[in-house]
């Protein structure tokens, strides 16, 4: 049963309608507690209920649903999830940082990746959850060319008191995006930056709470360093102790995360704590943006 302590709007049943009877892509946008993913787990839960094969795209790298911070997430539940921090993803993109600013090209493309993957899965609705990351500049070229990009069916703008208007206005006179204007619920409880840190914290702590030291031979695998663009093999130091990385397969999807140890020049073997078992299908490490000490 969907959870009964959420309210269900007249209106979150009215774009329900719309999206069955229309389905394809819809992206949820907002400013930061507005109840994105709240209105985007409805939909998933509604329409794996009524038979969709429906797939949810965590858009946000900060307070992550599908897969630890500094990811993107993907998948395809089978039965109408009760609990979103309860899923498992099905393909995760690393992009090495908290939060889109600084990265609006990585996070854009990965979240394209994620969507067309949902669609070679037969995804037939694809629910897109964003981060908050809507202000100036910076959250028009992140919003705007999202859309540009997945072209969605549908998109939901929750919107407190103008906030969206920028975006909204270049949107005008769109052909094939349905825009959905709401206000918040009522319902919705904020939380705070210390809040939002502290979470972080904890979902990185268990999630590399059962990790091992492992070996990676650059001779065997890609280095990917976008921050270092001219790193030679000299470069390869000690800066990069505590670096998170992202363990990525062939088709650039992150396997899962580890942590930069050390290099052993002699070998050229890098020392990398991570959870993942199976290190056979690693091809790539891709450097991220920030450092984590995990405390055992
Ligand atoms: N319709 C609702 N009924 C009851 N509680 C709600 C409702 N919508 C949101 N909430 C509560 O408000 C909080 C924030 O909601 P939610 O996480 O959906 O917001 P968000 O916009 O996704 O936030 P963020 O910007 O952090 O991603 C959650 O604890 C959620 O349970
Ligand atoms: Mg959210």
């Not at 102790?241 to 992150?254: I, K, P, Q, V």
Request: hydrophobic fraction near 40%; proline fraction near 5%; charge should be negative.
């Amino acid at each position: 049963m969907w959870a009964p302590e959420f309210h269900i709007a007249e209106d979150w049943l009215q774009v329900f309608q719309e999206l069955v009877a229309s389905p394809g892509v819809v992206l949820v946008i907002g400013a930061p507690d507005t109840g994105k993913s709240t209105l985007a787990h409805f939909l998933v839960y509604k329409s794996i209920e009524e038979g969709f094969r429906t797939s949810y795209i965590d858009g946000d790298l900060g307070q992550s649903i599908l897969g630890p911070p500094t990811t993107l997430g993907m998948t395809l539940p089978s039965e109408p999830p009760a609990d979103m921090g309860e899923l498992k993803w099905d393909r995760l993109y690393f992009i090495g940082a908290t939060s889109p600013a600084g990265h609006l090209l990585a996070t854009a493309v990965g979240i394209k990746r994620l969507v067309e993957r949902a669609k070679e899965d037969k995804a037939g609705i694809l629910v897109v959850d964003t981060t908050g990351l809507v202000a100036g500049e910076m959250g028009f070229q992140l919003k705007f060319y999202k859309i540009e990009l997945l072209n969605p069916r549908h998109m939901i703008a929750i919107q407190k008191e103008g906030e969206l208007e920028h975006i909204l206005k270049a949107l005008r006179g769109r052909k094939g995006t349905k825009v959905h204007r709401f206000s918040p619920s009522q319902r919705v409880r904020t939380r705070s930056p210390e809040v939002r840190r502290a979470y972080r914290g904890r979902i990185f702590q268990e999630y590399f709470h059962r990790c091992n030291r492992r070996t990676v031979s650059l001779d065997s695998v890609a280095f990917v360093h976008p921050q270092f663009p001219l790193l030679t093999e000299e470069g390869i130091d000690e800066r990069f102790m505590g670096r998170l990385l992202g363990l990525n397969d062939e088709e650039y999807f992150t396997l899962a995360l580890g942590i930069w140890e050390g290099v052993d020049r002699d070998s050229n073997e890098v020392s990398v704590l991570t959870p993942l078992d199976d290190l056979g299908g690693i091809r790539y490490l891709h450097l991220g943006h920030i450092s984590l000490k995990i405390t055992s």
